[in-house]
């Protein structure tokens, strides 16, 4: 639980304890997945992966890495950190090729390291294969120990190797029917791009819990985890790659084929909430408009009578608006990000340890000072985040500071690709409500109710749950879920 006490100057600090364990986490929010990008077609297939990365940086800052393909060889680059860090024009003129795939990467188990790093280049008996993906295998550990117990050896701890090894085991000698092999007899959430050197294929998850999207630039096809990278490289959105979906790119067009039929369509809801950029659509339903209407039912929910409304930045300004706009009350920029500190690292003494918030947020004294506030955030994870913005608003003078959450209680660990704690360290699992508005020191707390949050992403027809993956609020898994102490990351 959320261990709060009262600091000599009057406000509340806390830890989060779990079996004697304390996590010191400054921003204890969810962490983004991984993005990819591929492009078929262009002379400047590196440059433009180059650009598509950037605009998803957001869903991945540990590593980036390109794989090109000229038609009779592979070039590729990968490495830790930012993409920016990763690639300068040299780099990117030595990709040659009018075939690419990129990836950008969030550990979720914890193995930061390089030969982790995607796409993940391989030698087949049938020439070369590369592999990026974004998500998770949850029947990945299963399959690793049956292939090892057959003689397989894995030089990474990722998902996708395991996916590798299927294909090179399938007895079917051309590539896209290996691969078809391959992903029928996975389970969990995933967007696949796979090349050789004369194919590039696509897939999506059966359940669609991975956003994936199809583009075009001229005559070439682009494909990516969010829409706003189209936008950064001029592209042209064409349509989602359905769930279960699987598309084959050569010198003879594109082939639309299946390799799984689709299953209820789970897109996970925290798209929404927290991880897509707002000038993204996600199934064709943009997400800072669904955000605004979270605020606005939100506010029909749990109205307060305040003199101002601020949003947590960035994720949460959105909803932020949206609560201002149906309640009235003026939204003005209470909190600002600091977008310049890097990663903070854990100090050795509890009072750095506290400051570490304050490099990466500062609250506007002149606007909050004297106010009553309603805060507006995404999600509470611990609550140790919650705890000390809230600190935060009261430092800088705040009357009062009422938190609103634009999504339901989040209550269960994700096993699809999220970094998320366990079950016994997410606040909403071991607290009521009153007890967290407690623990993080709030006037008043409430959160989104799971049915105003599928009203308001708004998706029409009366598919299970809206269409969404909701499993984080209400433990309804899409897909079974195994042996999940072992369950790492696709992007692992």
């Known amino acids: 639980m959320l261990h709060a006490v009262k600091t000599p100057s009057g406000l509340w600090t806390g830890s989060y304890y779990n079996e004697g364990i304390t996590h010191e986490n400054h921003f204890d929010k969810l962490r983004e997945e991984c993005g990819v990008f591929g492009v078929y077609g262009h002379d400047e297939a590196s440059h433009l992966c180059y650009y598509g990365l950037h605009a998803l940086q957001h869903r991945g800052q540990e590593s980036a890495g390109i794989c090109t393909s000229d038609g009779s060889k592979f070039h590729y680059q990968r490495n830790m950190g930012l993409v920016k860090e990763v690639f300068n024009n040299d780099s990117l003129n030595a990709l040659k090729g009018g075939t690419a795939i990129a990836h950008v990467r969030y550990s979720t188990s914890g193995e930061s390291k390089l030969a982790n790093a995607q796409p993940l280049v391989f030698k087949y008996r049938e020439g070369d294969l590369a592999i990026a993906t974004n998500g998770n295998l949850v029947n990945a550990p299963e399959i690793r120990r049956r292939l090892e117990r057959q003689g397989s050896i894995f030089q990474t701890s990722s998902d996708t190797e395991v996916v590798a090894h299927l294909i090179a085991r399938s007895q079917h000698d051309d590539i ?54 189209f936008d950064a490289v001029g592209g042209t959105y064409v349509r989602d790659v359905e769930p279960g979906e699987l598309l084959v790119l050569d010198r003879d067009g594109m082939h639309e084929g299946r390799f799984a039929e689709a299953k209820r369509k789970a897109i996970c809801s925290m798209e929404y909430i927290y991880f897509s950029r707002p000038d993204s659509d996600v199934d064709e339903i943009n997400v800072h408009a669904a955000r605004k209407r979270m605020g606005r039912q939100l506010a029909m929910e749990a109205f307060v009578d305040a003199d101002v409304v601020t949003g947590v930045p960035d994720s949460s300004i959105s909803a932020a608006i949206g609560y201002a706009e149906q309640t009235g009350i003026p939204y003005e920029l209470g909190l600002i990000k600091n977008r310049y500190t890097g990663r903070t690292f854990i100090q050795p003494s509890q009072e750095l340890r506290e400051q570490g918030v304050k490099m990466k947020l500062s609250a506007v004294r002149k606007v909050v000072e004297g106010q009553r506030v309603v805060m507006i955030d995404d999600s509470i994870v611990r609550g140790t985040t919650s705890l000390r913005i809230v600190n935060l608003l009261r430092e800088a003078g705040a009357k009062e500071v009422h938190v609103r959450i634009s999504s339901p209680p989040f209550q269960n660990p994700c096993f699809y690709g999220i970094d998320t704690p366990s079950r016994k360290e997410l606040i909403a699992s071991q607290l009521s409500v009153e007890e967290i508005r407690k623990a993080i020191n709030a006037d008043s707390l409430h959160f989104l109710s799971k049915q105003g949050l599928i009203d308001s992403i708004g998706r029409p027809g009366n598919e299970f749950n809206g269409g969404h993956c909701t499993a984080c609020f209400d433990n309804e898994y899409p897909t079974p879920i195994e042996d999940v102490t072992k369950i790492g990351c696709g992007c692992d």
């Open 176 to 229: 896209v029917s290996a691969v078809k092999e391959a992903l029928e007899q996975v389970n969990g959430a995933y967007a696949f791009l796979f090349i050789t050197n004369d194919k590039f294929i696509a897939a999506r998850d059966p359940h669609g819990l991975r956003p994936f999207v199809m583009g075009r630039l001229g005559d070439s096809y682009l494909f990516a985890s969010e829409t706003c990278a």
